[in-house]
Each structure stands twice: as C-alpha cells, then as structure tokens.
C-alpha cells in the first residue's frame, strides 16, 4: 500500500526563482530566505520520497481565462516548465507519476471531488520554485511529480474546507494504491502578499504565524477562515493559502513539526515554510 | 448588473479589486490580450507598433487607452488581472516590483523599503470605513 509521510508548505514566489537561476543565493537578501531550506533539503534526501503530490497554482499560464479548472490533476509522463515571458527556468522536465495521478483522479471523483483531469501541461514558477527550494539544484528531479493545480486566480478559488476534504479524499486514494509507495504531499503559495493596486506589498505576519500554528495544532479551525478574511486581512493574493490545507488534510491529525521558517519579504510576498510529518509514520 | 444589488463584501476592502465575475467579464479580451504576450512573436509585433497590434482585439477604448499609457490601475479598473498585466511588464523588461510601486504610487526605492521594512502593514488597511 502507498502511504503519505510527511508534508510540505512553502511560498512560491517566482523571484525566488530568478535568484537561484542567476546565482544571487549568496546575496545577504536572498541568503536569509535560502537558509530557511537547508533543512529541507538535507531531510528530504535522506527520506527519499517515491512520488511528490504538489499543489500550486497556475498563473495565467497553461490555463488562461478560456479554461479555468478549480481543481486539475497532472496526468502526464512529463511536464515541461513554461516559458512565463522570459523564457523556460534552467530546470529539469519533471516527471510525472500517470499511475498513481489516475488513481487519484478516479478515487476523487468517484468520492464526489470533480477534478479535472490533464494529460498536458506546461508548468510554471508555481511548482518549479517549490521544486528548487525543497531539491535543490539537481541535474534531474529526484522523484516523480504529480502536479495539483488549483485555481487561485479567479474568484472564487474553492473555499479552505473544500481543499481540507480533497486533502482527505487524496489520503484516502494514495492508502488504496497497491503498489508500496512513500508519499509526501507539498501546499505551496502565499503567505501575506498582495500585488495589485493602491494596497501592493501588504504583508500581514501576525496572521501569516497564526495560520502556521493552526496547521499544526488546529488545522480545523484554519478550515473556516472565509475568503473575505483571506483577501482582507492576507491581501489579494494571499488566499493562495487554501492550497496548504489540501497538504494538511492528506495528513493525519496528529503532525509533528519537523522545521518552520517565516521571513518577510522575497520580492512582494512574506515566504513561509514548513514541514510536517504525521506522528504515526 | 442589478442597480439593487448590494456590493459583496469584498469591495470595503481599500485599493483592491477582486477579480470575481464581472471583472473577468469585463476584462475577458483585455486578459486574452495580455496572454497573447506569452509568445515571442507576439511579443516583437506588440513592441513594433502597439496600437495596431491592439486592433486585433475587441477592446474598449478606455481598456486600449489603459494599456497605451501604461495605466497599470486603470487596466485593473478595465478589467485586467495582474497575473495578466504583469505579462505586458515582462515585454517592457520591467520587474514586478516596479509596477508595483507604479500602482501604489511611490517611487521603487520607496517601495523597496517599505518591503524590506516588512511589508505595507495591515493597521489602517482592512477596510474602507478603516483607512482616513
């Protein structure tokens, strides 16, 4: 049987990326974000995942506003990064897992999640950031992907508890796979951030440590913040935050936090991190 | 729109437009526009003559005005979605940062520190009634 071990949350600011492609990480600016995941990236090399489920979400790139999926699970054998206006990032393919994303498809929808199903897509800052951040700089992707794209961008994204239960509609889909797999789930976007209008750069840490806590020790009650409270209090953009409750929901109740990281700012956006592994596994 | 309707609840919320059906409506063209920018091609001929270029999409004239000027809040007001405009600042090579001081109306240095300052601060920030 697969089973999930441990999760991950992390920004993904698309700045972050253009730092390490341009070997600024030494930069005092960038050095204090990047020292947040060396944690990461030495656990996550000794706990060698079999398969990654990473959800993001997509920005005005594979899906414009011709198609806008609320939940699109990534199907493919592989997935190319996008040209986002500047070109490809310098990063590997990733590879997907078709196998294991199918199986979650079918088991999500037969249990009433509607997920869209894609068997093409180009993928953006949105997942590669996480990639860089969580694996580093390899030549290749250490394991398979399997691409969660949830939409963020038009309102209304779906609400927190909507992506709690498809976190356990996951759980439940990966515990039913009958190969023996040792899965990890990454939540990635936010945290505070707005990046449009008069109100640009607002960033809010009081609430961003308070969502870290209750995903640790109150994910429930994380699941009953409305979409106002997102937007007003976590900016605009903030709301991308929804998408760490599919990670918490995949996990058990009882986490214990392994590492927690927060610094403002990278770019616009305050970077949260942290990584969570069910007490059981 | 219903003139009775009341305004979600969402629009108390200061310097902010939240991008819900009506502006998706509004802006459905203009964002098209916008992603047309993701290619090259589109890309060169945009930067070789704008207007002309934009004729090739069913535009208002305030949106096409909006876009000429570089009005980055009026494209919002038109309709547009940042994740969207931000792809006319990559053609103009311009960073992320500098539209965002643009539309809050500093310079970038200023911006600059008030995010490395941490950030805009939400006292004063949540709601029209709130802000003075």
């Not at chain 2, 270029?53 to 919002?76: I, P």
């Amino acid at each position: 049987m697969a089973r999930i071990i441990a999760g991950v949350g992390t920004s993904h600011v698309p700045a972050i990326g253009a730092a390490l492609d341009l070997g600024k990480t030494a930069e005092p600016y960038w050095k204090r974000v990047f020292d947040g995941y060396e944690f990461v990236k030495k656990w996550i090399a000794e706990e060698k995942p079999d398969v990654v489920i990473l959800v993001f979400n997509d920005h005005a790139t594979a899906f414009s506003l011709e198609l806008i999926p609320t939940f699109a699970i990534g199907t493919a054998a592989e997935f190319k990064p996008a040209d986002e206006g500047w070109g490809p990032r310098p990063v590997p393919v990733v590879k997907g897992h078709p196998e294991l994303a199918w199986h979650i498809a079918q088991s999500a929808i037969l249990d009433e999640f509607d997920m869209t199903i894609v068997n093409k897509m180009d993928v953006d800052h949105g997942l590669t950031v996480p990639m860089s951040l969580i694996f580093g700089q390899p030549d290749a992707w250490p394991c398979p992907v399997i691409p969660l794209a949830v939409n963020v961008v038009q309102y209304p994204p779906p609400t927190g508890n909507r992506c709690y239960n498809l976190g356990k509609a996951i759980r439940k889909a990966v515990e039913s796979f009958d190969q023996d797999l040792k899965v990890m789930i990454f939540g990635t976007g936010g945290m505070s951030h707005q990046l449009q209008g008069p109100r640009a750069g607002l960033i809010n840490s009081e609430f961003d440590n308070a969502f870290l806590d209750g995903l640790v020790q109150d994910p429930a009650a994380l699941t009953k913040i409305p979409h106002l409270d997102y937007m007003r209090e976590a900016g605009s953009e903030g709301i991308e935050l929804v998408m760490w409750l599919i990670m918490r929901g995949a996990l058990d109740d009882d986490v214990e936090q392994l590492h927690r990281f927060y610094t403002v700012p990278a770019s616009n956006t305050a970077v949260g991190h942290i990584v969570l592994k069910n007490v059981a596994a | 729109m219903a003139q009775d309707k009341p305004l979600p609840a969402y629009e108390d919320i200061p310097g902010t437009l939240v991008f819900d059906s009506n502006r998706s409506r509004q802006g459905f063209w203009l964002n098209q526009f916008c992603m047309s920018l993701m290619k090259d091609e589109n890309r060169q001929e945009f930067r070789a003559d704008e207007a002309k270029y934009l004729d090739k999409w069913d535009l208002t004239e305030a949106q096409r005005q909006s876009v000429l000027k570089r009005d980055w809040n009026g494209m919002l007001q038109n309709g547009a979605n940042i994740y969207f405009t931000a792809k006319i600042a990559a053609t103009d090579a311009l960073s992320f940062q500098h539209i965002a001081a643009l539309m809050s109306g500093v310079t970038q240095p200023e911006y600059a520190a008030m995010m490395l300052a941490g950030g805009r601060s939400i006292e004063g920030n949540r709601s029209k009634s709130e802000k003075k």
